[in-house]
């Protein structure tokens, strides 16, 4: 059936309606066959309006023509209208272009409409709540009252669906439920829907009544499940104490509590603090996203430089859109930094590094404090100490103050008279307030003021071997015993022992005798081992000694 025709630039526009006389909750067909009676158009939009689109309407569909519609050429369009809950007379628009998008002649006539019946299927549904708003985890008591509205038995179901603000199910709550109407009855359902962790926001239960399978009633009740903004902040540092140029690692974390609220944007700020309250160092830690229940964690740095003793603060603040959501707390000191070995850096230099017994050396050295305090008494002791026995041998002094950065550089000369020959280790030490500190260090050599020419640590006018063979194992002819080649008081080796025998004797048989002996004599006196004793000795009769 034609509703009647509009004429649009140069189209006609047909409409129809199947069914033309509907029961509620059947789906309506609305077609419109648009003909051209003029220049070629394209890209035509067409809405699809159940009411005045100027005066309040619901917008049933937008379509568009994609395709070019020639002269004389006409394009169908069909869109299905739900009619459940809708049991009433309905005018439906259709218009052209509402955007006036396309050129036309007249403007005023790029629309039609036509009214449509629906009947009523005699079923109506009322959905309420027992409130409007909800936390997490807090039940919806949801009642429906069902109405017969027809002097007859009715059996129908039941949907009831838990949708969000963009209609989609979050819960179906109750399927195809079977109630039984006495005529003229109404049923009343309760029902318990729990918001749990559902995010918070806008939401909708809707009731659906079927006849047959057919929806034929609807009705629907908003409501909000409101934001839960539990959160939570932690500040902590890595130790409690520190001294002068040390890392303080700052941890912070914040834990959202909220089951069903996603925080963005969110700002932590973090603020160090002495105590008197100046802010030492700041930053801001942006978190774009922290979801319900998740939690989020990062490390900052600051380091102690020369900043004094005394107590520090570090405060974390989270605020979302500038309004403090969660906060903590928490202090660290600053020591002294002499209590730390942290004050006082330096050098220390011998000159020369080697000297005979009895001659003189200079000790120069430097200090520098380094630390966050003051030092109005500084000892500065330098000892030598023999390396063989670690004893200290020698200990001089000196004294200073230092304030912060400030250097004191001194020297003292030492006299080797008396002191024993060897290895020794210079050492400059810092005592603040009786405790000591290990500063620098520098090696000393002291030698023998006799000569030894074969360096064997005998003088030359008590060492009988002036030439001593000082390798390390006793080797005869280029056979090594691997016995340990010992030397003696008097400055001569097991090995220069055997040398003499080969310039005494006439033939080989007398030096495997006389090394014999030697032997003899060293295992006797402890010296060498049996085993030691059988392997110089076969060294000895493998020789081509003499």
């Not at 962790?197 to 908003?222: M, Q």
């Not at 063979?469 to 340990?484: G, H, Q």
Request: glycine letters at 6%; hydrophobic letters at 35%.
């Amino acid at each position: 059936m034609n509703w009647g025709e509009i004429i649009f630039m140069s189209l006609l526009i047909l409409k129809t309606f199947d069914p033309q006389y509907p029961l509620e909750g059947e789906t309506v067909i609305i077609s419109a066959t648009i003909h051209n009676r003029g220049k070629p158009v394209e890209g035509i939009k067409v809405n699809f309006y159940d009411g005045d689109p100027e005066s309040g309407s619901t917008l049933i569909e937008e379509e568009i023509i994609y395709s070019t519609i020639a002269f004389g050429g006409s394009e169908m369009l069909e869109v299905s209208w739900e009619t459940i809950g809708a049991a009433q007379n309905h005018n439906i628009y259709i218009v052209v272009d509402p955007e006036n998008m396309i050129s036309e002649e007249n403007e005023e006539n790029n629309s039609a409409s036509a009214i449509i019946s629906v009947e009523s299927s005699q079923l109506a549904v009322d959905v309420s709540l027992d409130k409007s708003q909800y936390e997490a985890g807090e039940n919806v008591q949801i009642s429906t009252v069902i109405i017969n509205l027809v002097s007859e038995q009715r059996v129908v179901t039941v949907d009831l669906l838990i949708m969000d603000s963009e209609g989609n199910t979050i819960s179906e709550l109750v399927l195809s439920e079977v109630v039984t109407l006495d005529p003229a009855e109404s049923v009343r359902i309760e029902n318990v829907w729990n918001t749990v962790t559902n995010r918070a926001g806008n939401y909708v239960v809707v009731a659906v009544v079927k006849d047959n399978g057919t929806p034929r009633s609807t009705d629907s009740v908003d409501f909000t499940i409101t934001a839960d903004f539990s959160i939570s902040a932690q500040v902590v540092t890595d130790r409690m104490a520190y001294f002068s140029y040390e890392q303080v690692e700052i941890t912070s974390s914040i834990r959202s509590f909220s089951p069903n609220y996603t925080f963005s944007d969110l700002n932590a700020a973090i603020t160090l603090k002495n105590t008197s309250d100046d802010i030492l160092h700041s930053i801001d830690q942006s978190i774009n996203t922290l979801f319900p229940l998740s939690s989020e964690q990062w490390a900052t740095y600051w380091n102690t430089q020369t900043y004094p003793p005394g107590e520090y603060t570090v405060a974390l603040e989270v605020t979302d859109g500038g309004v403090e959501e969660a906060g903590d707390l928490t202090s660290f000191s600053i020591l002294p930094s002499y209590e730390g070995d942290k004050t006082l850096q330096g050098t220390l230099t011998v000159d020369p590094a080697e000297v005979n017994r009895g001659e003189d050396a200079l000790l120069s050295y430097e200090v520098v404090n380094v630390g966050n305090v003051n030092l109005p008494e500084v000892n500065l002791l330098l000892k030598i100490v023999q390396v063989e026995t670690q004893d200290f041998i020698v200990d001089l002094g000196d004294q200073c103050s230092l304030n912060l950065g400030e250097y004191y550089s001194g020297f003292r000369t030492l006299s080797t008279a008396g002191m024993p020959a060897g290895a020794c280790m210079s050492i400059l030490l810092g005592e603040i307030e009786g405790i000591s500190h290990t500063v620098a260090a520098d090696p000393l050599t002291i030698k023998s003021q006799y000569l030894d020419s074969d360096d064997d640590g005998i003088p030359d006018s008590d060492d009988n071997c002036p030439e001593t063979n000082l390798e390390t194992t006793i080797i005869i002819d280029d056979c090594d015993s691997r016995v340990k080649n010992q030397l003696f008081n008097d400055g001569c080796t097991m090995s220069d022992l055997i040398v003499e025998c080969s310039d005494n004797v006439k033939n080989h048989g007398k030096f495997v005798s006389c090394v014999s002996h030697l032997t003899n004599d060293w295992k006797k006196e402890r010296l060498i081992t049996g085993r030691e004793k059988g392997a110089i000795q076969r060294c000895a009769a493998k020789s081509n000694i003499p």
